[in-house]
């Protein structure tokens, strides 16, 4: 199993979207939605825009910025990990995304146990 196993990654496409954005607008955050309308967009905030929840959960970091996930959602999703993507469409009405013509996205995947057990550690 690979010694670097995150709760959280990114793909090239979302990471250039991400260097796009932290050009324009400095460094910013991600969290991940729950709520009904964005359904699994990422949001992406100045870091100095938001405020997190003490049960907020930081999952790791994607092009050096913070991916957070608010506990309940995090207990639903912990055995998974968190891919996050770009692909063509409009982003959530207040994340940093909307209006590029991309937007951020997250798709999953199972952590294998071993993983899991390693992550736990």
């Given at each position: 199993?690979?010694?670097?196993?995150?709760?959280?990654?990114?793909?090239?496409?979302?990471l250039?979207?991400?260097?796009?954005?932290?050009?324009?607008?400095?460094p910013?955050l991600?969290?991940?939605?729950?709520?009904?309308?964005?359904?699994?967009?990422?949001?992406?905030?100045?870091?100095?825009?938001?405020?997190?929840?003490?049960n907020?959960?930081?999952?790791?970091?994607?092009?050096?910025?913070?991916v957070y996930?608010?506990?309940s959602q995090?207990?639903?999703?912990?055995?998974?990990?968190?891919?996050?993507?770009a692909?063509?469409?409009r982003?959530?009405m207040?994340?940093?995304?909307?209006?590029?013509?991309?937007r951020?996205?997250?798709?999953?995947?199972?952590?294998?146990?071993?993983?899991?057990?390693?992550?736990?550690?």
């Amino acid at each position: 199993m690979p010694s670097d196993i995150s709760r959280v990654t990114a793909t090239p496409a979302a990471l250039d979207l991400l260097a796009e954005i932290v050009g324009d607008h400095g460094p910013v955050l991600f969290h991940q939605s729950g709520g009904c309308c964005d359904g699994s967009s990422p949001m992406c905030y100045p870091q100095d825009d938001f405020k997190l929840g003490e049960n907020d959960v930081k999952l790791g970091e994607i092009g050096d910025m913070p991916v957070y996930i608010s506990g309940s959602q995090f207990e639903l999703w912990k055995h998974t990990q968190l891919i996050i993507d770009a692909v063509p469409g409009r982003g959530g009405m207040f994340s940093l995304d909307n209006g590029r013509e991309r937007r951020f996205l997250t798709r999953s995947r199972v952590f294998t146990p071993e993983e899991l057990a390693a992550l736990d550690a």
